[in-house]
């Protein structure tokens, strides 16, 4: 290993799964000074911004979590019924919040790093890092004259630095009022910015932050309201043209770097599936679309995962998951033995550590059973889960593909 330049092996580094890397720290001394650098780390976030690594909630059983990344799955049916296996990280209850149910936290999720609270806002916030298991509890600002109205986590890399974004609403002289609050996980303190200039009415599937480009972003209003972290600013943006009516479920996620727009809505022929992609903001044509089928089957799917060098997604539906290969115009069902009731969101491995961020942050106990077992972290079980997946009945258009994007040709553009 001497005689390989370091330069080297950076390089090869770099380019492994977050969680590999967190077992390689234990290798030599030199290799964990790498690792936890933080220019290295920098780096390797940037490299996983394509990652199909998923945290996924149980609706019952222990451990409540599990990170599965799904780029070594095969497009393949699973015709004898034996499955493809697949590693997946069991992420257990390591961290004591206070609250009853941990599996009921998670907020939004910005480069491995996920936003946890309770249910009304109010009680608990915190950063949490599933792979290494660090987390910092956040002080509560106060918000007793206010109502939760929407929050977030992104990243500011103009600064270095995450940031959690807390808006609440007030009544006042007959007129709304969206305070803004926005904690540094670099300073460890809350201040107040410029209150939101739109109005922000959310409904309970939307007041989750989606972190792309250094911006958060909510669907409020059959509009895009995004807040700039290094400007502080606010902005709006318009939706692609979606449908007036008919419409189940609408979606706002990051997914490759990329911000997604996808809904499904019933048709007379029955249910239709549209995703759409923003490529640029304050262009005449920000949007184009990325899908566009009918299944059947489907209750309001959502993408969850956008393999580009494979021109594949995968869509979250209740039950488990679809595959669809956009090239071939083909969908798969992806079932997971032993997960039901599931949710996900997109959450690539992360080796940012939360120990030492921010001077007024509080990190979260820990037990006494956990303390004895912090050695064993860096032998972290690797549980070994079943994928089964087979063939999907549905009915497409013949769309034509466009890979400079992973969308499709003759798909509209707005």
Known sequence: MSDIPSQLYCQILIHLPADSLFRFRSVCKEWCSLIDDPSFVKAHTQNQISSSTLLIKRGSGSPPFYLINFDSLEFTDD????GQMIEAIPVKQLVRLDVPRIRSLPVNSCNGLVLISTYDMDKIWAVWNPLTRDCHQLPLPDCS??????AGLGYDHASDDYKVVRLDTISRDEKYLCRTLLYSLKLGSWKRIM?????FFTIPNHVNGVSVNGKL????CRSIITLDLVTEEYSRAPLPPVPSK????MYLDAISGLLFLSYSYFTSSGCHFDGWVLQEYEVETPWKKLLSFDLYSFSSPKLVSY?????QVILQREGGFIWVDIESNSVKQIRVDGLSGISSQVCPGSLYRLDD?????????TSTGVKRKRKQIKKRTITRLKIHI???SYRSPEPSYDSSLGSYEEADEY
């Open 145 to 150: 004259t206010f109502f939760f109205a929407a």
């Open 195 to 199: 209150d939101c200039p739109f109005d």
């Open 79 to 82: 015709l004898h019924g034996d």
């Open 217 to 220: 972003h909510w669907y409020v």
């Open 357 to 365: 961020r921010g001077s007024n942050s509080k990190p979260v106990s």
């Open 307 to 311: 393999m580009k060098n494979k021109k």
């Open 246 to 249: 008919g419409i189940m479920d």
């Open 390 to 392: 087979r063939n999907e």
